[in-house]
């Protein structure tokens, strides 16, 4: 039976891949393209995090995409407006009838032969079984994400079960976890701790964060003030682009200052701690980390909710390490005990390349981990495959816009030039780096190996940085060099050539 077959397959019904689906439409016209997303519906992290208070760390401004404006009044968004947002997008544009749901891909496999990828999924069926779904497409687009959806990073603590209380991780929060008045013990302190303590504290009888070190902690209005006044007078569009330039250009000054004068930085923000908190408060331990400003990401809480319910004696943090559980709790290592009736261990994610696919070349696997990013979008010696992966010092949604716009414009070369494989061609260049660098995060550091890595210089950098990336994917020339585009043989009667994988390279 002939296997259904489009232009392009998009991997990943989230914010990236509603994004590629409207890009496609716009700058590929005439190609047809299918997304296949495992869950069942759209809106990837913002379906699946179902935490108290998720909400955005990064301003929606940015978050949002370059083509839709954001319209909701606050900038730092509850996590239900931003799925709304992307579910909105699919619905206006009509990218959701190209979406097929409840179809997790497992494998890849190109064939140069054919110059087309073998995409072997399986299906969730209303009865709970399950049907394997084999399609084929000329390029493979991963709009998967960067993490594990099955289940997020818990270390092994000791003693774990003998503890009596509920314990919970984010990624996988129970409906109907009820914490109204109970002790709750936040295991902890990145993005997910800080937004979810504020919420429970709201109803919950005390909430706990725990740390083993402290994070940088900034406070940022939830309302973009100069968006919402823009709005009044300008038309939706434009008081948009003129509001994320400005916060493109504000996130990007305070990167580089931190980068170039860390301790400067660190003051500053060690400083605002204190005026939230007061002089008597031991900002020192809690809120002082042992790296510089930057070296991982910066979280953030809107309009200082965390250090309200810090000063009002809702919420608490105990900076220790955890020595083992008890049926009542943790036990510290400074021999202190934290009582409580639910511990949510916020522990974090495990990255995952590619959602997790299995990718093959002429029948040969390949381990990304060995590869070099090419311009951190394709893989070397991979054709046809691109891939979105955000920033890590700023909104994923300005890379992902860059790519999805560089893709398009890469298929409509191959139109032109009449190929129909494309590759990235690593000419002697040596890894140098990991794919994120100069970040210490524990989640990148885990998964780091299993990621391309990058060369010395471009094309092979991954930058994070968005005006770079404007000039390296929207700017610069397609035809790099580095890149190389051939086709297979067209069938032919000329037994010298019938068999041979003839390529017709125009780079
Ligand atoms: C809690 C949390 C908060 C965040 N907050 C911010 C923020 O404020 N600002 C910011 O810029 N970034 C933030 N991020 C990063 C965030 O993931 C991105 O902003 C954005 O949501 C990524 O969109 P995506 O579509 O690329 O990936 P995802 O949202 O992860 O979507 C990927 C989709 O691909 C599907 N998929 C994966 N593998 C397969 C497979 N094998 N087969 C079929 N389908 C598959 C998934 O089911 C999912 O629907 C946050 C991340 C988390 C976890």
Request: with cysteine.
């Amino acid at each position: 039976m002939a296997r259904e077959h489009f232009d392009v397959l998009i991997i990943g019904a989230g914010l990236s891949g509603i994004g590629a689906g409207y890009h496609l439409q716009k700058l590929c016209p005439n190609k047809s393209y299918v997304i296949l997303e495992q869950r069942k519906q759209i809106g990837g992290t913002w379906d699946l995090f179902r935490y108290p208070g998720i909400r955005s760390d990064s301003d929606m401004l940015t978050m949002g995409y370059s083509f839709r404006p954001w319209t909701h009044p606050r900038a730092i968004s509850p996590g239900d407006d931003i799925r709304d947002y992307i579910a909105d997008t699919a619905r206006d544009a009509g990218i959701d009838r190209n979406i097929r749901f409840l179809h997790k891909i497992k494998t890849a496999s190109w064939s140069s032969q054919q110059a087309n990828w073998t995409v072997a999924a399986v299906r969730k069926l209303p009865d709970g079984g399950e049907e394997p779904v084999t399609l084929t497409c000329n390029f493979l687009l991963s709009c998967a994400g960067y993490y594990r959806y099955s289940v997020g990073y818990s270390p092994e603590f000791p003693d774990a079960s003998r503890f009596q209380g509920h314990i919970v991780h984010p990624q996988a929060w129970p409906e109907d976890l009820d914490y109204a008045g109970k002790r709750v013990v936040v295991i902890g302190s990145g993005a997910t701790a800080v937004t979810l303590i504020p919420a429970m504290a709201r109803t919950a009888g005390h909430v706990t964060m725990l740390q083993r070190s402290p994070t940088y902690i900034v406070s940022m209005p939830e309302q973009d003030r100069i968006y919402n006044w823009l709005r009044r007078f300008l038309p939706a569009m434009w008081a948009y682009r003129l509001s994320r330039l400005k916060n493109v250009g504000y996130m990007t000054y305070v990167y580089q200052l931190a980068r170039h004068y860390p301790n400067f930085v660190k003051k500053g923000i060690l400083n605002k701690v204190r005026e939230h908190l007061g002089p008597d408060y031991d900002v020192e331990t809690h809120f002082n980390p042992r790296y510089n400003p930057w070296t991982q990401r910066l979280c953030l809480v809107p309009d200082a909710d965390l250090f309200e319910a810090i000063k009002s004696n809702r919420a608490s943090v105990v900076t220790d390490q955890i020595e083992t559980f008890t049926e009542k709790g943790i036990l510290l290592k400074s021999g202190k005990e934290l009582e409580a009736d639910i511990i949510v261990t916020a522990t974090g994610l495990i990255m995952q390349i590619l959602g997790g696919i299995e990718l093959f070349v002429d029948g040969q696997r390949i381990d990304p981990g060995a590869s070099l990013a090419y311009k951190g979008v394709m893989i070397s010696g991979v054709p046809n495959l691109a891939s979105v992966f955000g920033y890590i010092n700023a909104s994923w949604t300005l890379k992902a816009d860059l790519i999805c716009n560089y893709v398009c414009r890469l298929l409509n070369l191959m139109d032109r030039k009449d190929v129909r494989q494309v590759t990235p061609k690593n000419g002697g260049e040596s890894a140098v780096a990991n794919f994120v660098e100069n970040f210490s995060s524990g989640y990148v550091q885990r998964a780091v190996a299993t990621w391309p890595k990058q060369g010395s210089k471009s094309p092979w950098r991954v930058y994070q940085n968005y005006f770079r990336d404007i000039v390296s994917l929207k700017w610069s020339s397609l035809d790099d060099g580095a890149l190389e585009f051939s086709s297979p043989p067209k069938a032919s009667t000329d037994p010298a050539l019938a068999g041979g994988p003839l390529k017709k390279s125009v780079a």
